[in-house]
């Protein structure tokens, strides 16, 4: 239980530094960017401290990894600018739950005593309440679609690590968190380096063929475009905006009389490019580092029935830090939603014996 605690205080970090990363870097870089970043420092600590890896145990960690957080934390990073942090981590959150029960009963035979099937529904509408669209952002359908793809690469994911814990225990293998984040996050950095380098070669070859259009459109003009008059004679998709032109000719007469500044100051452009890497920073150690391996320890001890829903209160944790660094208010509507979801945890927590 303890990790599942630790887990939702972790992510809620992490989903805001997600969130601030993904609109600086975009999501794919982002994503890879602590993917590498977990990779090396789980990797570090796996080789150095943790029991040696068994062959079967990290097939079935990899392939939980490529789903979850390779599939599934892909999808979270397009949904976040579309969807919001808040809207984003509902349906994650909302979503994973159940779906995960699910596969667990029809996988691995897990079931769940009533009061923790009520416990847990509990916290499903009371964060349901708390977090409907409040108008952070205007939800379309490619952030929901993808918002509904984490959920199932997350809630899937963590019924794969279950498998994997359950031949461990059999084969009286150590069960060590940190190692197993770092054999999940092996599956989920190749996913994000595959997308990663087809979006560059797909923008690539798309910026080629604009390119291309854009030349012999120009070729066939009597001269550069230099005013809108000139414009008009390029289709509206190669076509400068009013504001290009100004700035152009602006840019133009200012050099002609020796008043342009080329210099600008690199200090604050370094010292803000510095600011948005601590964001992916943060967002690797509360995320897949220390984030995911408290989830692991988590799963380790508790059926997935029991620790997603502790997990999906996420939000509710996340409410003082958005409202702080997002600017993001809640009302009385969001509370009274949260205080039902720690009703469903108080109940999760009494019927659900510990194990360590």
């Not at 959920?151 to 279950?162: D, E, L, N, P, T």
């Not at 995911?292 to 059926?303: I, M």
Request: aromatic share 10%; proline share 4%.
């Amino acid at each position: 239980m303890v990790g599942a605690f630790l887990t939702t205080v972790l992510w809620s970090f992490s989903a805001i530094f997600a969130r601030r990363s993904t609109r600086v870097f975009g999501a794919s870089f982002a994503n890879f960017s602590r993917l590498l970043l977990a990779c090396i420092l789980l990797g570090a600590y796996t080789h150095l401290f943790a029991p040696a890896l068994e062959w079967q145990s990290f097939q079935v960690l990899f392939w939980s990894g490529l789903i979850g957080l390779g599939l599934g934390d892909l999808a979270l990073f397009v949904a976040l600018p579309r969807l919001g942090s808040r809207l984003s981590l509902l349906m994650v959150q909302c979503l994973a739950a159940p779906i995960a029960a699910l596969i667990e009963w029809a996988w691995l035979g897990t079931t769940l005593s009533i009061l923790q099937i009520a416990s847990g529904l509990i916290v499903l509408v009371g964060i349901a309440i708390a977090f409907r669209p409040s108008g952070e952002v205007k939800p379309d359908a490619l952030g929901i679609f993808m918002g509904l793809l984490a959920a199932i690469g997350q809630g899937a994911g963590a019924i794969i690590s279950r498998h994997a814990y359950d031949y461990m225990k059999l084969a009286d293998i150590p069960v060590d968190g940190g190692s197993a984040a770092y054999q999940r996050m092996l599956g989920g950095f190749l996913i994000s380096a595959v997308y990663l380098v087809f979006e560059y070669w797909f923008k690539k070859q798309r910026s080629r063929a604009k390119s291309q259009h854009a030349k012999t459109y120009e070729s066939e003009s009597s001269g550069s475009i230099n005013s809108p008059r000139d414009a008009m004679r390029v289709p509206a998709a190669y076509r400068p905006s009013e504001e290009a032109l100004v700035s152009k000719v602006r840019a133009e007469t200012l050099a002609e009389s020796g008043n342009l500044q080329t210099s600008a100051p690199k200090k604050s452009v370094s010292e803000s490019r510095l600011r948005d890497y601590l964001f992916i920073l943060g967002n690797t150690l509360c995320g897949p580092v220390i984030g995911v391996a408290c989830y692991q320890w988590a799963l380790s001890e508790q059926p997935g029935g029991v620790v997603l829903p502790i997990v999906a209160t996420t939000p509710l944790v996340a409410i003082p830090f958005t409202r702080w660094l997002e600017k993001d208010s809640v009302g009385l509507q969001a509370w009274g939603g949260g205080l039902i979801a720690v009703a469903g945890v108080i109940g999760l927590v009494w019927s659900t014996p510990g194990q360590g």
